[in-house]
């Protein structure tokens, strides 16, 4: 099971993800940077000595620095925290998270169409 992840940890995650599942302290900061988010040397390590401990990354020396390794998928983090979520505050209710987001507007009619089709091509037998 995958762990809960905080708002940081995950914009940590998403830049290893980005850069093909493995980044480099220094390819880290510089998305950090690029993105206008800033923080400590410090807080970088830690959070990401925590995603360590998590089961998402994994950390190979290369001379004296740390590469930082995807464990967890984008699509697997994503697959685990939908499910959760819709357990949650739909009680495993997909129908009722889809009437949402109709009914809301959160959903363009172009894109209830697209979700039609890729239904339609995925779910043939």
């Given at each position: 099971?995958?762990?809960?992840?905080?708002?940081?940890?995950?914009?940590?995650?998403?830049?290893?993800?980005?850069?093909?599942?493995?980044?480099?302290?220094?390819?880290?900061?510089?998305a950090l940077d690029k993105?206008?988010?800033?923080?400590?040397?410090?807080?970088?390590?830690?959070?990401?000595?925590?995603?360590?401990?998590?089961?998402?990354?994994?950390?190979?020396?290369?001379?004296?620095?740390?590469?930082?390794?995807?464990?967890?998928?984008?699509?697997?983090?994503?697959?685990?925290?939908?499910?959760?979520?819709?357990?949650?505050?739909?009680?495993?209710?997909?129908?009722?998270?889809?009437?949402?987001?109709?009914?809301?507007?959160?959903?363009?009619?172009?894109e209830y169409?697209?979700?039609?089709?890729?239904?339609?091509?995925?779910?043939?037998?």
């Open positions: 099971m995958v762990q809960q992840v905080s708002d940081f940890e995950l914009e940590l995650m998403k830049i290893v993800w980005e850069n093909g599942g493995t980044a480099l302290y220094a390819e880290i900061t510089s993105k206008g988010i800033s923080a400590t040397k410090n807080t970088i390590i830690s959070l990401l000595s925590r995603l360590v401990g998590k089961g998402y990354l994994e950390t190979n020396k290369i001379g004296r620095r740390n590469k930082y390794t995807a464990i967890v998928s984008a699509d697997e983090y994503k697959a685990v925290q939908t499910t959760a979520f819709i357990d949650k505050i739909y009680e495993g209710n997909v129908q009722g998270l889809v009437s949402t987001l109709i009914q809301k507007n959160m959903i363009s009619t172009e169409e697209e979700l039609k089709k890729y239904w339609d091509v995925t779910m043939k037998p």
